[in-house]
């Protein structure tokens, strides 16, 4: 095999640093370098085909060669390369997509506007509520409550969200006292001993409840939530927790914002998570498979009431000043109006009803080996959470890194997944895999799972 110089310089000095652990994966040959795909399979520079386990980044929802999506960004390249949204401007993909996403989001959202990443529609997402307060002369409505283990992006704003270590450590963050965090509804770690599921989500009620009474309600403004909490281990809510906590939200006049980011579009078996959970949010943030990921875009979606407000106070001050270069890109935009109209006309829901039951099996069988503690998942989504010791839960010490040497385990039999915190490992495969690959996904881990057990119980 041979390289340009420019391309071997890089794989010489270039390595992957994994973001969770800053453990350099490929320590000896560089980065893993993906040359092509073919609906769920990618292969490498050396021609070597992987399984791509995790859809990319959780986000490549129709595989990597779907046609249909090239072409809608070739004509839209070729009509109207770009335009933007500002000062009443806009393109007929914008509105034709802003249209069609909200047919088919919960009711709860009338309004529309699209931004380039899910951090950067995090992001804004705070500020408007922060406006929106202001406009309501509730200045000290400010606080912002999400959950341990949240991911919620990587942005300053989106960082304070993130309650996880990796995002903060050596980036001074927090620093705002704005920012609250309440226990992750993982029953499995955050369970006390002899708890039922009901007793725990009533607690985690109580704790929501008592946080904001501790702050005062006329302080508090919003919760964020993933209905799965996807980066920070793939946490599947038990069934009565959204029930519980969304009283408590509306009781003290805090609002709601559903991050979807990677639950929505089909991925948890409905087209939203928040329509898996019965949420009806009055914000909700929307990114990745919005365009199967093959052009950046995102959404932000908001309530009637919510709109008007900032809408009044705008004309109170003659604009608002909140906007993006390249939010609402007309060629992004045509992209993700095709990936909309794909899962309609192709059932992609439908596919991942279909497919879901052999996947769960397939991953509840993975309790089986000695390493997994929890196999945990819904829809096309999930994890499995690496042990010491099934019976008492005891983790591996920190320093074996025991979901990223489990990924790192997998890659030689041809499958990516990716080694999260709290030592989970991630499952989340494009959704038009079909029911062998399932099988060959859960294959290649147990075999990276055994060849993993080697190594970690060496170490320990």
């Given at each position: 095999?041979?390289?340009?110089?420019?391309?071997?310089a890089?794989?010489?000095?270039?390595?992957?640093?994994?973001?969770?652990?800053?453990?350099?994966?490929?320590?000896k040959?560089?980065?893993?370098?993906?040359?092509?795909g073919?609906?769920?399979?990618?292969?490498?520079?050396?021609?070597?085909q992987?399984?791509?386990?995790?859809?990319g980044?959780w986000?490549?929802?129709?595989?990597?060669?779907?046609?249909?999506?090239?072409?809608?960004?070739?004509?839209?390249?070729?009509?109207?390369?770009?335009?933007?949204?500002?000062?009443?401007?806009s393109?007929?993909?914008?509105?034709?997509?802003?249209e069609?996403l909200l047919?088919?989001?919960p009711?709860s959202?009338?309004?529309?506007?699209?931004?380039n990443?899910?951090?950067?529609?995090?992001?804004t997402?705070?500020?408007?509520i922060?406006?929106?307060?202001?406009?309501k002369?509730?200045?000290?409505?400010?606080k912002?409550?999400?959950?341990?283990?949240?991911?919620?992006?990587i942005?300053l704003?989106?960082g304070?969200?993130?309650a996880?270590?990796?995002a903060?450590?050596?980036?001074d963050l927090?620093?705002?006292?704005?920012?609250?965090?309440?226990?992750?509804?993982?029953?499995?770690?955050?369970g006390?001993?002899?708890?039922?599921?009901?007793?725990?989500?009533?607690?985690?009620?109580?704790e929501l409840?008592?946080?904001?009474?501790?702050?005062g309600?006329?302080?508090v403004?919003?919760?964020?939530?993933?209905p799965?909490?996807?980066?920070?281990?793939?946490?599947?809510?038990?069934d009565?927790?959204f029930?519980?906590?969304?009283?408590?939200?509306?009781?003290?006049?805090?609002?709601?914002?559903?991050?979807?980011?990677?639950c929505?579009?089909c991925?948890?078996?409905?087209?939203?998570g928040?329509?898996?959970?019965?949420?009806?949010p009055?914000?909700?943030?929307?990114?990745?498979?919005?365009?199967?990921a093959?052009?950046?875009i995102?959404?932000?979606?908001?309530?009637?009431e919510?709109?008007?407000?900032l809408?009044?106070?705008s004309a109170?001050?003659?604009?608002?000043?909140?906007?993006?270069?390249?939010?609402g890109?007309p060629?992004?935009?045509?992209?993700?109006?095709?990936?909309?109209?794909?899962?309609e006309?192709?059932?992609?829901l439908?596919?991942?009803q279909?497919?879901?039951?052999?996947?769960?099996?397939?991953?509840?069988?993975?309790?089986e080996?000695?390493?997994?503690g929890?196999?945990r998942?819904?829809?096309l989504?999930?994890?499995?959470?690496?042990?010491?010791?099934?019976?008492?839960?005891?983790?591996?010490?920190?320093?074996?890194?025991a979901?990223?040497?489990?990924a790192?385990?997998?890659?030689?039999?041809?499958?990516?997944?990716?080694?999260?915190?709290?030592?989970?490992?991630?499952?989340?495969?494009?959704?038009?895999i079909?029911e062998a690959?399932?099988?060959?996904?859960?294959?290649?881990l147990?075999?990276?799972l055994?060849?993993?057990?080697?190594?970690l119980?060496?170490a320990?």
């Amino acid at each position: 095999m041979t390289h340009a110089p420019n391309s071997l310089a890089a794989r010489d000095i270039a390595y992957l640093v994994h973001p969770y652990t800053n453990l350099r994966v490929h320590e000896k040959q560089g980065p893993l370098v993906i040359t092509k795909g073919k609906g769920v399979w990618v292969e490498d520079d050396d021609g070597k085909q992987y399984l791509e386990g995790l859809a990319g980044l959780w986000c490549t929802a129709l595989g990597f060669d779907n046609k249909r999506l090239v072409d809608a960004a070739k004509r839209q390249m070729e009509t109207m390369p770009y335009s933007h949204q500002f000062a009443h401007r806009s393109t007929m993909p914008v509105i034709e997509l802003g249209e069609k996403l909200l047919s088919m989001t919960p009711d709860s959202l009338t309004k529309a506007w699209f931004l380039n990443s899910g951090s950067e529609a995090i992001d804004t997402a705070i500020k408007l509520i922060w406006y929106y307060n202001n406009a309501k002369d509730r200045p000290e409505k400010k606080k912002i409550i999400s959950r341990r283990r949240a991911y919620h992006g990587i942005t300053l704003a989106g960082g304070h969200l993130t309650a996880l270590e990796y995002a903060r450590k050596g980036f001074d963050l927090p620093m705002a006292e704005r920012f609250l965090t309440v226990t992750p509804p993982t029953w499995y770690r955050e369970g006390m001993e002899g708890e039922t599921e009901e007793q725990f989500t009533d607690r985690l009620a109580k704790e929501l409840e008592d946080l904001i009474l501790e702050h005062g309600p006329d302080t508090v403004a919003a919760f964020f939530a993933e209905p799965v909490q996807g980066a920070g281990g793939v946490i599947v809510p038990p069934d009565s927790y959204f029930p519980k906590i969304i009283p408590v939200l509306k009781k003290y006049d805090v609002l709601f914002v559903a991050d979807e980011v990677i639950c929505g579009f089909c991925r948890t078996g409905q087209m939203f998570g928040s329509q898996t959970y019965g949420i009806q949010p009055d914000l909700m943030t929307v990114a990745k498979q919005l365009s199967s990921a093959y052009l950046p875009i995102a959404g932000l979606l908001m309530s009637d009431e919510f709109y008007q407000t900032l809408a009044d106070r705008s004309a109170e001050l003659g604009t608002i000043g909140m906007g993006y270069t390249y939010g609402g890109h007309p060629v992004a935009a045509a992209v993700a109006l095709e990936t909309l109209k794909i899962y309609e006309e192709e059932d992609t829901l439908g596919h991942v009803q279909a497919m879901a039951p052999h996947f769960m099996q397939r991953l509840k069988a993975m309790e089986e080996h000695p390493l997994v503690g929890e196999a945990r998942g819904v829809g096309l989504i999930g994890a499995v959470e690496i042990v010491k010791d099934k019976a008492t839960r005891e983790q591996f010490p920190a320093a074996s890194k025991a979901s990223v040497t489990v990924a790192n385990a997998c890659q030689p039999h041809g499958l990516i997944l990716r080694g999260l915190p709290f030592d989970a490992v991630g499952i989340c495969p494009p959704l038009v895999i079909n029911e062998a690959e399932i099988d060959q996904l859960f294959d290649r881990l147990w075999s990276g799972l055994d060849d993993a057990m080697d190594k970690l119980t060496a170490a320990a």
